[in-house]
């Protein structure tokens, strides 16, 4: 679980903290994936690498013909586009039950051998194993980009958009390229979850599922790729320690745990003799 959510943290972190695209409907490409990899396995074919290729490739393909409403917007159209285009597909996953099983989940679904040798076991060993090996290939991949040319760029679009511009750089081109990206990354996760649970339901397209994945990165600082990884560990280790002791009141304690990181700050909270050094540099 933690390895599914660093991945989906780092396909947002590629352009919240790279592209400085705000967005609050990632997991309208996370449930795309969900789902795409799910109906594959049940209906084509239950090959667990051709299935996280299609979940991605759908990924991906939402997100290119998303992108052209996104890069021209403001931070608040881009909130709202982004929520609506995962509300929309909510909605339809609900109304076409013949097909996602709508609010009963897509049932059934039986994955094959992992490169035809490894079983998915009750363990969830190999699926434990399958996970983290996506999750490193996807770290090196962003960090290649990250440190490309393209992601340098990116970069400079974040701070300064207009000095691109000037400069004579396709602004809208990048943005479209990285939020396709990154569509494409958020496909992959989804199209985990749904291969090592063996399940896909109308959850991995609600709210919740773009806010914790917003909270993760937030938690482990965007920006910075290893952010997503510490987020998404800091993530499902209070939500585990804090439900075992308030199952019910468990959201009041990130949500409170989150204002405080806001106010006092990461540094500050981690590092609590930050807190006296500007006094001893009087």
Request: hydrophobic share 50%; glycine share 20%; aromatic share 16%.
């Given at each position: 679980e933690i390895a599914i959510l660093a991945l989906f943290a780092l396909s947002l972190d590629l352009i919240?903290?790279?592209a400085g695209i705000v967005?609050?409907?990632h997991a309208a490409y996370f449930g795309v994936g969900a789902y795409g990899a799910a109906l594959f396995a049940k209906h084509v074919m239950p090959d667990p690498l051709v299935g996280l290729a299609v979940g991605t490739a759908l990924g991906a393909l939402l997100g290119a013909i998303t992108s052209p409403m996104i890069v021209r917007g403001t931070d608040l159209t881009r909130l709202m586009v982004t929520m609506g285009v995962a509300l929309v597909l909510l909605e339809l996953a609900n109304q076409f039950d013949g097909l996602t099983g709508g609010a009963d989940g897509l049932?059934?679904?039986v994955m094959g051998p992992l490169l035809g040798i490894f079983e998915f076991d009750l363990g969830a060993r190999v699926a434990s194993?399958?996970?983290?090996?996506l999750l490193f290939l996807a770290f090196v991949l962003l960090r290649r980009i990250v440190h490309s040319p393209l992601g340098v760029s990116m970069q400079a679009l974040r701070d300064n958009r207009l000095r691109l511009t000037a400069l004579g750089m396709n602004v809208n081109g990048r943005l479209a390229a990285v939020y396709t990206l990154a569509a494409a990354l958020a496909g992959t996760s989804g199209a985990l979850l749904a291969q090592t649970t063996g399940f896909a339901s109308l959850d991995v397209l609600?709210?919740?599922r773009s806010a914790d994945v917003m909270l993760?990165?937030?938690?482990?600082?965007?920006?910075?790729l290893w952010g997503g990884l510490v987020g998404a560990i800091a993530f499902k280790v209070l939500?585990?320690?804090?439900s075992a002791v308030t199952a019910q009141y468990w959201t009041f304690w990130i949500g409170l745990f989150l204002v405080v990181l806001m106010l006092v700050g990461r540094e500050r909270l981690f590092r609590p003799w930050r807190w006296f050094a500007k006094g001893a540099s009087k």
């Open positions: 919240l903290g790279y967005s609050l409907g049932q059934g679904v194993f399958y996970s983290l090996a609600e709210f919740h993760a990165l937030i938690i482990g600082g965007a920006g910075w939500h585990d320690l804090i």
